[in-house]
């Protein structure tokens, strides 16, 4: 007789099913506004580069004199993912960022050339109960007025989001059961 599963044990309860979430769709509509973009994505951080990608720099001669000098190794804690980095400008900017505020890697290298964070960002993939979900970072000014004015924003599927306007956002925060103090009306 084989022993009871788990969820079969005296004390123990089925755990219930994975909870369904809503999906956006907007994600995969994001494109790079580039120099017509109020802000730029590369300012304020030292811009992390992954292993692979520093590896590719060091075979393209366009980059090489740049190693240890504007791509520095991570002396700290080198990770796969943050191997090296690109230090600021005194400006606060990405030191290959152009005149145009785009990035002179990709429009000499192409964009096979950047790192990951770069070739990613804005974008955020996450699993959830074995399923991919795809957002953006709403830190990039494009991928806010996307996310944040989509009128169907979780997609056919979640009603509260398919209000208009005003509407729309009371019904998400009743949603949401917020406390009945954040339920009133504030000034910003």
């Not at 009603?159 to 009743?174: K, L, Q, S, T």
Request: charged share 25%.
């Amino acid at each position: 007789m084989p022993p009871p599963s788990p969820a079969r044990l005296p004390g123990r309860s089925i755990p219930p099913p994975p909870r369904e979430y809503p999906r956006p769709d907007y994600a995969e509509r994001f494109r790079c506004i580039g120099s017509a973009c109020e802000d730029t994505c590369c300012a304020g951080w030292g811009v992390p580069i992954d292993r692979a990608t520093y590896e590719k720099y060091r075979s393209v001669d366009g980059l090489k004199p740049h190693l240890g000098t504007l791509i520095v190794l991570n002396a700290d804690r080198p990770t796969t993912s943050d191997y090296a980095r690109i230090p600021l400008t005194a400006g606060g900017a990405c030191s290959f960022l152009d005149a145009e505020r785009m990035c002179g890697i990709e429009k000499q290298h192409g964009p096979e050339m950047l790192s990951s964070t770069c070739a990613t960002y804005p974008r955020a993939v996450s699993s959830n109960a074995g399923r991919v979900e795809k957002a953006l970072n709403l830190s990039c000014p494009e991928a806010a007025r996307l996310t944040l004015l989509d009128a169907n924003l979780l997609g056919e599927s979640y009603a509260p989001w398919r209000a208009p306007g005003a509407e729309r956002y009371a019904a998400v925060r009743d949603a949401a059961s917020l406390p009945p103090t954040w339920r009133s009306p504030r000034p910003c």
